[in-house]
């Protein structure tokens, strides 16, 4: 597992709630600057939307309680 993703699954709901934010607010803001000029990197859409997508889950999974973890 990345990185991210453990940190994602430390935070309580409420942080989690203002992490989802602060990245979408990343993710605003960046698609602002591509009107005035284009990105360096365009990655970072992709980058960002993942992250968003990563404490989503780990937020529904702590709201659900799920562990998580992968059956098999």
């Known amino acids: ?7 994602y699954k430390e935070l309580d ?9 602060k990245l ?11 009107v005035s000029a284009p990105p360096k990197d ?3 859409f992709v980058k960002l ?4 997508a990563r404490a989503l889950t780990c937020l ?3 709201q659900s ?4 973890s ?3």
């Not at 979408?24 to 591509?34: I, N, Q, T």
């Not at 939307?49 to 968003?52: E, H, L, T």
């Open 24 to 34: 979408r607010r990343d993710l605003f803001s960046l698609k602002l600057a591509v």
């Open 13 to 21: 709901e409420k942080q989690l709630m203002l992490e989802i934010e």
């Open 70 to 72: 992968i059956r098999g």
């Open 60 to 62: 529904r999974q702590k």
């Open 42 to 44: 365009t990655t970072q």
């Open 65 to 68: 309680g799920a562990s998580g």
């Open 49 to 52: 939307r993942k992250s968003i």
């Open 1 to 7: 597992m990345s990185k991210k993703v453990n940190t």
